[in-house]
């Protein structure tokens, strides 16, 4: 393997980049703006979220209620319905994500220590708004009960130190408010770094497409040169990116940046290596470009979203699942991007990923290479 | 002009009869992908990693530790000895949370003035189990406090019927996840099936010089037009189909709609998002550009569909956009139809939108790509 007959490969498919001015700004574009996006529309706090209030009881207690409830940011009332059959049709339409209904006799109830009578009823088809609903209203509820609870047992003349004898003390650590843009947006570095894979599995059926496969394959460059020639210009692409989106997602979302950038920037390097050998080998095995792009749609892009535990834990997954997600680049990658942005921390926990990521991109081109050869025959 | 049409459809079948793989790994690949990642992401939220330092050990701590086994959100690591363990498990991301009891926890719990206090600590570094286990935690903390209260007071527990609002939870009773969970993914999944498939329609062609020849035949423009749709709309709609029946038999999601009005309305889907993917097909010379847009265009949809985040809950800017976005009324279509039962009489609003984003888009694409292929 010569260095001299990669570089000619990278300097070739710079020209090819180049040459077309309008793919090369949209190859280096892309990650950075989908990033962007995603940051915008993903990471939003949970607010404002419309529900309908029912009151059977319309008693003062339970005006009082329903304001302590609807105090703040998270709950807005969309409408104080009048009739169950109401509240039916709002939910169906999707007006209202959730549904307060209090019983008759609220007031009196809660004053003689029988529990809350209320009902929530949430949209079970949008959970993530209608669950946020119902954690709210119960903890406020909690706090009313408990307010209520007090006056009552002065008056009966009993002595409680406290309606909330067990202290729970929460500290989060790394990021101190639970923001979801300051973790998902770290992960989200691993999804859209995985779309030069995409590019690049492009590239290689393109050259099949055209025929220039074969002109390539008469120069004195080996396989796996020509492999290792044609990421170069793809890992230089994403590392751009790798610049452009901390600096975005600080300046802009305020996202902190705990780490070392130095080690940041190598350990993106090691994983463009990995997920580009994943997109040479769909590449490899593809005749077309479409092709190549449906199959990396299905094993990179698709994938890199749902699976590396970004959005959804991996401890949560099925045990089969879990297996497959480890052998995706992306996995390992979010592990690190996520420990180097928030707890900061270095090679020496970092290092078994790294090493993963190594492992998994020599497995891939080892792969690509050696079927390159008997595709070619 | 039908004959002429047909001969064009069968030109392009010819095309991915040569090249089968792209129609094959869109449509079973399609419908696998959504069979694993359903798998996979249409489970609560549970197992997650707990680390409990337990410096009381008594029978008011294990009790504690019983409660929160029974949340069915975690998964108990091995007992920590001291903070130092806590600290490495989460600097290396191995646990999601962590509790400790401190000594004297038992003593505080009887004393009728006691407070017996638990520190939580989270995993910041991943919000999302980290806000799902405080959850849990709180729900736990409240049923602790009520059953101290009560003891405290001498009230029998059978008295008071507890702070806990009743929950029904309508249209998805078992709160199973896949309901919310596929029917999204579905969306997504035949919306990049169409666009790319759409997308690559002229691309391609002009990328290896064949559109050249294809405008010197006899064909008129819309001959043209219409023959490169009907493949993407036939693809795209047994792709639906097959994901439809992926996501009712294999993950349960219910059809309480009307069954003909779904695929009425998935054709319409269907149509828009290929007007769309034309427009992308005539700008992008090459098939690499055509790509690259879709991806754009494609995840800029997905935002709105409230896979991650309730649409409520965006800006408002973003939240009037949403409505000019075909993705995000089908997907409230898609739901009405499948999960809430609701017929048009619900639906309408949501209907008439695709449909005048149908014909606002349809005209412009046809128009534009007519211009372009002149």
Do not use: C
Request: charged share 15%; proline share 5%; no cysteine.
């Amino acid at each position: 393997m010569s260095l001299r007959h990669i570089l000619a490969v990278t300097r070739k498919e710079f020209h090819h980049i180049f040459r077309d001015r309008s793919t090369l700004v949209l190859v280096l574009l892309t990650p950075t703006l989908l990033l962007l996006l995603m940051a915008y529309a993903l990471t939003v706090d949970i607010k404002h979220v419309p529900i309908a209030v029912l009151d059977y009881d319309r008693s003062p207690t339970s005006t009082t209620f329903v304001q302590q409830i609807t105090a703040g940011e998270d709950l807005d009332i969309y409408t104080y319905a009048t009739s169950m059959s109401e509240v039916e049709s709002l939910l169906m339409r999707g007006k209202i994500k959730a549904a307060l209904i209090i019983s008759p006799g609220f007031g009196r109830d809660l004053l003689n220590l029988k529990g809350i009578p209320i009902q929530v009823i949430i949209d079970g088809t949008e959970p993530e708004s209608g669950n946020f609903a119902v954690d709210h209203i119960a903890r406020r509820a909690e706090e009313f009960v408990n307010q209520a609870l007090a006056s009552q047992m002065q008056a009966m003349g009993l002595q409680l130190e406290s309606l909330q004898p067990l202290d729970l003390r929460v500290r989060t650590w790394y990021n101190p408010d639970l923001k979801p843009r300051n973790d998902l947006i770290p992960g989200l570095i691993s999804m859209v770094l995985g779309l030069p894979a995409l590019s690049v599995a492009l590239t290689l059926a393109h050259e099949r497409e055209h025929g220039t496969l074969e002109q390539l394959m008469a120069t004195p460059i080996g396989r796996a040169e020509l492999l290792l020639g044609k990421m170069i210009p793809y890992i230089i692409v994403g590392l751009i990116n790798v610049i452009a989106i901390p600096a975005l997602a600080g300046a802009w979302f305020h996202v902190p940046f705990n780490g070392n950038f130095l080690l940041f920037f190598g350990l993106s390097a090691i994983f463009l290596f990995a997920i580009l050998s994943m997109g040479i080998i769909v590449g490899v095995f593809m005749r077309t470009q479409a092709a190549a792009l449906a199959l990396s749609f299905l094993v990179v892009f698709f994938p890199g979203f749902f699976l590396t535990g970004i959005f959804f834990p991996l401890a949560s997954m099925p045990e089969e699942m879990r297996m497959e997600a480890l052998m995706l680049p992306g996995t390992h990658y979010a592990v690190i991007t996520r420990g180097v942005y928030l707890p900061g921390v270095g090679l020496d926990v970092l290092w078994p990923y790294a090493v993963m990521l190594i492992f998994l991109g020599v497995v891939f081109t080892g792969v690509a290479a050696l079927f390159f050869r008997k595709k070619l025959g | 002009m039908l004959r002429r049409i047909w001969s064009l459809v069968i030109k392009e079948f010819i095309h991915l009869r040569h090249d089968w793989w792209m129609p094959a790994f869109m449509l079973l690949g399609g419908a696998m992908e959504l069979l694993l990642v359903g798998w996979a992401t249409s489970r609560p939220i549970t197992n997650l990693p707990l680390m409990v330092l337990d410096q009381d050990k008594s029978a008011a701590s294990r009790s504690i530790i019983t409660a929160l086994e029974n949340t069915g959100t975690f998964r108990l690591q091995q007992q920590a000895d001291d903070t130092r363990t806590i600290q490495a498990a989460l600097e290396r991301g191995k646990i999601n949370a962590a509790i400790v009891i401190p000594p004297g926890f038992s003593e505080q719990m009887i004393s009728a003035t006691g407070h017996p206090s638990l520190l939580v600590i989270l995993n910041g570094a991943e919000s999302i189990p980290a806000t799902a286990a405080l959850r849990a935690i709180e729900g736990m903390a409240r049923d602790v406090d009520q059953r101290i209260i009560l003891q405290r007071l001498g009230m029998d527990a059978s008295q008071f019927a507890g702070f806990d609002p009743s929950l029904r939870v309508w249209f998805n009773e078992a709160l199973s996840e896949a309901l919310y969970t596929t029917p999204a993914e579905l969306g997504l999944m035949l919306e990049f099936t169409v666009l790319l498939f759409a997308a690559l329609a002229f691309s391609r062609e002009r990328e290896l010089g064949t559109l050249e020849q294809l405008l010197v035949m006899p064909f008129s423009s819309l001959e043209i037009i219409i023959g490169k749709s009907i493949p993407v709309v036939i693809v795209g709609f047994a792709d639906f189909a097959l994901m439809l029946g992926m996501v009712h038999f294999a993950f349960g999601v219910p059809v309480r709609g009307s069954l003909p009005l779904l695929p009425i309305l998935a054709l319409g889907y269907i149509l828009v998002e290929l007007s769309k993917g034309m427009v992308v097909s005539v700008i992008s010379r090459t098939q690499h550009q055509a790509f690259l847009l879709v991806m754009l265009v494609g995840m800029a949809d997905f935002m709105f569909t409230g896979y991650a985040a309730p649409v409520e809950s965006m800006p408002k800017v973003l939240q009037y956009l949403a409505n000019l976005i075909p993705a995000y009324h089908w997907l409230a279509i898609m739901r009405g139809l499948l999960l809430k039962g609701a017929g048009l009489d619900v639906l309408w609003p949501n209907v008439l939108a695709l449909l005048l984003l149908g014909l606002g888009i349809g005209t412009f694409s046809w128009r534009y790509v007519r211009r372009a292929l002149d």
